[in-house]
């Protein structure tokens, strides 16, 4: 990849999701008064406003795009050759794809530095149910997911797990008026983490993973058990396979595989896609697979099981 010149940050959001705010005070920030120009592009307009006297006090131009077939590459680079910016902002409109941005062709040395997702806490269930897709496509690739304007009874651990079946990495905050909001997720879980044997019912099986994806040290030395199907990717030896359940992300033809790398002896014998009862000792490693530290189980037993009534982890 090409050494990014010219960072991008990229501000996606359905309209009134708080972008504007969420820049504004960026922008207003000491750690982002530094030297260089910065170009804002502004793709959508909402009823908060920026304070053009605090942009030139940052060495902020604006640029405005209305109508999505006017961000082509070719006004990118009129926009390079007219501000030579040191950074560039996007506020881009809710309602295009964000996925057509990031195969967009760019100007020399521009590059996407970071992407964050802000979200409407009161209005994410409706825009789920209704344009459920395009916020995928916002969210796949984001690096963070700002939810604002949160409450106190929003079932916000749910929220979050939507988010991580279909961006992992994704960094998850929540803000209510005050800021920040802490420790909204302990003692959520429906099964006993302490346990002799954390039994994991089919129906969390979504909770599980993406607890223990955010949360290893709560499971390391711990023993789980669970149903899934065993998945056989080529590379990863012949004793290890991959527990799991497929989950819907936007649609049924968009889904993902969710399971953790595991280890057992019966592996050699398992075929692709045979369900079975995992019950195996959670260790957290370095594995080829993660590129990186995530979960490897070791199973102390995997039994063939009937198939799942309901195959499809939902996170609705």
Known sequence: ???????????????????????????????FCIEGKTLLILCEEGEEEYDMEALKLTNTVVEIIEKEEDLTPERLMAMDIIHQPERVIIEYNGMWLVSKFEQMKLPEGWGIEQEITCVDASTFQMYMNNMKSIFMDMARNADMVVFNRCKQDDPLPAYRR?????????????????????????????????????????????IWFVDAMDHPDTYVGKTVRFKGRALKPRGMGSRFFVPGRTAMTCCADDTTFLGYVCKSSVAPALREGQWVEVTAKVAFENRMEYQGEGIVLYADQVEPCAPLEEEMVYFN
């Open 1 to 31: 990849m090409d050494e990014i010149r010219v960072p991008i940050y990229l501000i996606s959001g359905f309209l009134e999701s708080g972008k504007t705010s969420f820049l504004n005070f960026t922008l207003q920030q000491d750690y």
């Open 162 to 206: 939507s988010i991580k079946v279909v961006n992992q990495r994704a960094e998850v905050i929540f803000e209510d008026e005050e800021g920040e909001l802490d420790d909204i997720f302990q003692d959520e879980m429906p099964f006993d983490i302490n346990a002799p044997v954390i039994e994991i019912l089919p129906e969390d099986y979504g």
